[in-house]
Structures are given as C-alpha cells and as structure tokens.
C-alpha cells in the first residue's frame, strides 16, 4: 500500500502524552474477541512508536480488522475496514528493525511491503519465535520487521483470534471468516503489571505470503 500524502512530522517530532511516570506507554485493543494489552517501546524504536501513538489519538483503529491470521504465526491488522477497504494512511515511517528487538511471541511490530521504509498503519503480534523476521543486516531480504512493544496481558485473546477459520478474499488471504474488529485502541492512563506468557509454539505453522497489491504484509 502506498500511503496518500500526509506529512508524519507532527508524530515524529513530538513525543506520545503519557501518564506521569509512564516511561512506556500501555495500549488497551477491544475487540470483537477481548481485550489485550501491550506494552510499547519509544527507547528502542522512537520514531515507529510516535507513528503509532498518531494512529491511536487519532482514532484510526476503530472499526479496522484483524484482516489476516495464521495459527501459530501472527495475526495481522491495522489498516482495512470490514468491508476490507484500505484505509488513507499518513507518511511512511523509516524502519527500525536494527534496535536488538526480536519477533518472539508475543510481539508487536510493523507490516510493510517489501520496500523496507514502507510501514504506515498496519501492524502483526508474533505467535511464535519468527526468526526469520528479525534483522539481519542493512539488505532488503534480510532487514526485518521492525519490533517495537509486546503484548502483556490478554495473550490468550491473541492465540483464539490466530486460530478462527479464514479464507480469501479478493487479494487478501487468511482472512477471518467472521470479522475480527478492532472496536477500540486506547493508551491506558494507569498503568497494569504484566502476565507471564503461556507455553507458545516456537515454530510458525507455514510462511506469510510475499507483499500483495493490495495492503502491507509481514513476508
């Protein structure tokens, strides 16, 4: 997906709003499936927070899909409506998989098509240890997906939406037969301790599909 012609610099060059003494923020998603929590990184990843905590205050995510899920891989949304329309995205952020972050379950990181800087709106959480999304070295086969928070409460929300039943439509595969709606994404004002992870698979179940037409991907 191309993004439409909106200048990122607001989000880029002021810091997210915070609790006091919240030194990472905490996103509540509500879906259709439940709720979970995930916590974010700015020390790692500055600039793909700020791009995120845009699309958050502004509302953006309401009503989007998790338009792809792959049991024991990740679960994909952040940027179609039900109707599994595109939604306009702001600028493109630059990509920073090169911060130590790893895609191990749990994680959140940024979709984007091959071109390495071209992350916008869309996001996955990793159900298994995707090694083969991490950064590598500065080419674009081997560059990554950039990881930049993890869910800390609500991981079994995440593993039931990675394994409803999907199918294809139009360009887009593994898309859940029953919506799975994003109804609201919001930065929690107190913060929440953390839960343990449950025993996740370490292994993804088959690959993602390369970059499509239409919408980012997680390869």
Same mark, same amino acid.
């Given at each position: 997906?191309?993004?439409?012609?909106f200048?990122?610099?607001?989000?880029?060059?002021?810091?997210?709003?915070?609790?006091?003494?919240?030194?990472?923020?905490?996103?509540?998603?509500?879906?259709?499936?439940?709720?979970?929590?995930?916590?974010?990184?700015p020390d790692?990843a500055?600039?793909?927070?700020?791009? &995120?905590m845009?699309?958050?205050?502004?509302? &953006?995510?309401?009503g989007?899909?998790?338009?792809?899920?792959?049991?024991r891989?990740?679960?994909q949304?952040?940027?179609?409506?039900p109707?599994?329309?595109?939604?306009?995205?702001?600028?493109?952020?630059?990509?920073?998989s090169?911060n130590?972050? !790893?895609?191990?379950p749990?994680t959140l990181a940024? @979709?984007?098509?091959?071109?390495?800087?071209?992350?916008?709106?869309q996001?996955?959480?990793?159900?298994?240890?995707n090694?083969?999304?991490?950064?590598?070295?500065?080419?674009?086969?081997?560059?990554?997906?950039?990881v930049f928070?993890?869910?800390?409460?609500?991981?079994?929300?995440?593993?039931r939406?990675?394994?409803?039943?999907?199918?294809?439509?139009? @360009?887009?595969?593994?898309v859940?037969?029953?919506p799975v709606?994003?109804?609201?994404v919001?930065?929690?004002?107190?913060?929440?301790?953390a839960? @343990?992870?449950?025993?996740?698979?370490i292994?993804?179940s !088959?690959?993602?599909?390369k970059g !499509? !037409?239409?919408?980012?991907?997680?390869?």
């Amino acid at each position: 997906m191309r993004p439409y012609g909106f200048l990122l610099l607001l989000a880029l060059c002021s810091p997210p709003v915070l609790a006091e003494g919240m030194k990472n923020p905490q996103i509540e998603f509500q879906t259709n499936q439940g709720s979970f929590v995930v916590e974010l990184y700015p020390d790692k990843a500055p600039k793909t927070v700020a791009n &995120f905590m845009q699309y958050v205050s502004n509302g &953006f995510y309401m009503g989007t899909l998790f338009h792809r899920t792959i049991k024991r891989f990740m679960i994909q949304g952040g940027g179609l409506t039900p109707e599994m329309q595109e939604k306009s995205t702001f600028s493109s952020v630059p990509n920073e998989s090169n911060n130590g972050l !790893k895609n191990e379950p749990g994680t959140l990181a940024m @979709a984007r098509a091959f071109e390495p800087d071209s992350a916008t709106s869309q996001f996955f959480i990793n159900i298994a240890d995707n090694k083969f999304l991490n950064y590598y070295k500065p080419d674009p086969h081997y560059i990554g997906y950039c990881v930049f928070g993890k869910v800390i409460r609500g991981m079994q929300v995440v593993e039931r939406i990675s394994e409803v039943p999907t199918r294809t439509v139009k @360009a887009f595969s593994d898309v859940p037969v029953e919506p799975v709606v994003i109804e609201k994404v919001a930065v929690l004002e107190t913060p929440v301790e953390a839960e @343990a992870l449950s025993e996740l698979p370490i292994k993804s179940s !088959k690959p993602a599909s390369k970059g !499509k !037409k239409r919408g980012q991907t997680a390869h």
